[in-house]
Nanobody, 126 residues
Framework: VQLQASGGGMVQPGGSLRLSCTAS????????IGWFRQVQGKRHEGVSC????????AYVEAVKGRFTMSQDRAQSTVFLEMNNLKPEDTATYFC????????????????????WGQGTQVTVSS
């Protein structure tokens, strides 16, 4: 049972990446799911989330207009399209479910989150 994120890499500022997060051993069903990112030594930050098969994604202010979250529930996979990447986007990105999905992005709650993955590294540097 795991959530596996992939698609990270190193890009120059202004570049793009598309991350995927796939559930194995369970199905997403109508769970809320969120993307988080973490810089080593710092607390993780919520990036984006959505609820259900037709939920509208919510984003943290720092990524609005640049990141787009989408999903393929049939494949138990969510995606994060990241455009116009900035050096401050450098982090390990991972997904978790379920989450508290608020209008300004996901909130991690220890008594709510059940599954999360190792993450994929995104490095934005010239």
């Amino acid at each position: 049972v795991q959530l596996q994120a992939s698609g990270g890499g190193m890009v120059q500022p202004g570049g793009s990446l598309r991350l995927s997060c796939t559930a194995s051993g369970f199905t997403l069903d109508y769970r809320s799911i969120g993307w988080f990112r973490q810089v080593q030594g710092k607390r993780h930050e919520g990036v984006s989330c959505l609820v259900g098969s037709d939920g509208r994604p919510a984003y943290v202010e720092a990524v609005k207009g640049r990141f787009t979250m989408s999903q393929d529930r049939a494949q138990s996979t969510v995606f994060l399209e990241m455009n116009n990447l900035k050096p401050e986007d450098t982090a390990t990105y991972f997904c978790a479910t379920p989450v508290i999905c608020q209008s300004d992005g996901p909130m991690w709650h220890g008594e709510v989150v059940r599954y999360w993955g190792q993450g994929t590294q995104v490095t934005v540097s010239s």
